[in-house]
């Protein structure tokens, strides 16, 4: 069973525009969640993860027991924002990614 | 200097042949693995190992085989290639196992022919 979705394969906003890349999780136990980004030619990193509760280049993602989300925000979109994006899910013994979107924000 | 490190960049080669991917990582990190991004950029892991045993073994084909000398190097052999296993392999390191910040590598593009 997948236990992490994203369900756009792609996402375009404007720049300046809101952006939100959705992730859902199924998950019986405590997970740990996490939202990494390759951009173009660059590795994969990672952006933020739930338990830090930081804002990483203007993004936050709220971590959503009721709903099993953990979306990932950010209030007005740059250029260098393009990038894929996934989800992430470390439980007691595996880790699963979710498919990815593809961000694009267009001048 | 590099935290982890992968080579070759590139490996291109034909069908049947073995190939091997080395990965090294200078963090100090007690757990590595290795991940297949298909053409469709789904990322998937493969193995997982901490301090040298293997934690984690997704389903993958027993042509591929993981081989870590020790905690800095996990190494990934692939015997008989397929045309299926074209792919970007990427190898990561974590501290304190796979609940811990995953730091990749740059990737090692295959393309079997």
């Known amino acids: 069973a997948q236990r992490v979705t994203q369900p756009e394969k792609l996402l375009s906003v404007f720049k300046g525009a809101p952006v939100e890349l959705k992730c859902n999780y199924s998950?019986?136990?405590?997970?740990?969640l996490f939202w990494y980004v390759q951009y173009s030619r660059q590795r994969l990193q990672l952006l933020l993860r739930?338990?830090s509760r930081e804002s990483i280049k203007g993004f936050t993602a709220d971590l959503n027991k009721g709903e099993t989300s953990f979306h990932l925000k950010k209030p007005f979109a740059q250029e260098e924002d393009s990038a894929m994006y996934y989800c992430a899910l470390a439980g007691a013994n595996n880790l699963f990614f979710g498919t990815g979107t593809r961000l694009t924000v267009i001048p | 200097d590099t935290a982890v490190s992968q080579t070759p960049k590139y490996l291109v080669t034909q069908m049947g042949n073995d190939k091997s991917i080395k990965c090294e990582q200078n963090l100090g990190h007690d757990t590595m693995y290795w991940y297949k991004q298909d053409s469709k950029k789904f990322l998937k892991i493969m193995f997982s190992?901490?301090?040298?045993?293997?934690?984690i073994n997704e389903t993958v084909p027993n042509r591929f085989s993981p081989k870590s000398p020790d905690k800095a190097h996990l190494n990934l052999h692939i015997n008989s290639l397929e045309l299926g296993d074209s792919a970007v392999y990427f190898c990561?390191?974590?501290?304190?196992?796979?609940?811990?910040?995953?730091?990749f590598g740059p990737g090692t593009r295959l393309t079997v022919t």
């Open positions: 998950y019986s136990g405590s997970p740990e």
């Open positions: 190992y901490n301090n040298k045993e293997l934690i």
């Open positions: 739930h338990i």
């Open positions: 990561a390191s974590s501290q304190g196992g796979h609940r811990g910040e995953q730091y």
